[in-house]
């Protein structure tokens, strides 16, 4: 009976992550078009909620755990951050992916979410159209880093 192949589970984990940081990206995309199309605030509500829910659970999460275990299965695969400058690239790419995901999608979809719901409820949506532009260049921005990392993981070299 052979031994339990770690590195071929992490390698699971990796792309799990990465599926589900691509859906959460897809998701909100997609409500993101539902939501600029309708003239219905209340539907706006639940589409921005949604992407607020999406980004923030699922699409933070992965992120995250993408670069943790990323990071161990470099590791495994015997790669090390003071020798190889591929696996730097790759962590520096990951950390800008992390701080534009972090302060623009996360708060924009927030705000979007919350300001549709107000907006719904009939109060005022002042500043929404500003805060919509901001957001989609914050996910498009997003969604460039995550394709350069994926040109790097699929194209790793040893220095």
Known sequence: MSSFQWPLFFRLLHLLFAFYFVGSLIVAEWNG????????????????NTIYVSTTIVGLGSLILLGVVGNVLAVMLGYRMGADSWLQWVNGL?????????????PGAARLARLAIQAAEGKS???????????????????????ALLILMVFHWRS
């Not at 929404?128 to 997003?142: H, S």
Request: net charge positive; glycine share 10%.
């Open 94 to 106: 990951w950390l800008v992916t992390l701080l534009v995901f972090g302060l623009v999608n996360l």
């Open 125 to 147: 949506a002042d500043g929404f159209d500003p805060l919509v532009a901001r957001w989609r260049i914050g996910n498009m921005v997003v969604t460039g880093l995550f394709l």
């Open 33 to 48: 078009r539902a939501a600029r199309l309708t003239r219905d605030w209340g539907q706006r509500a639940a589409l921005y």
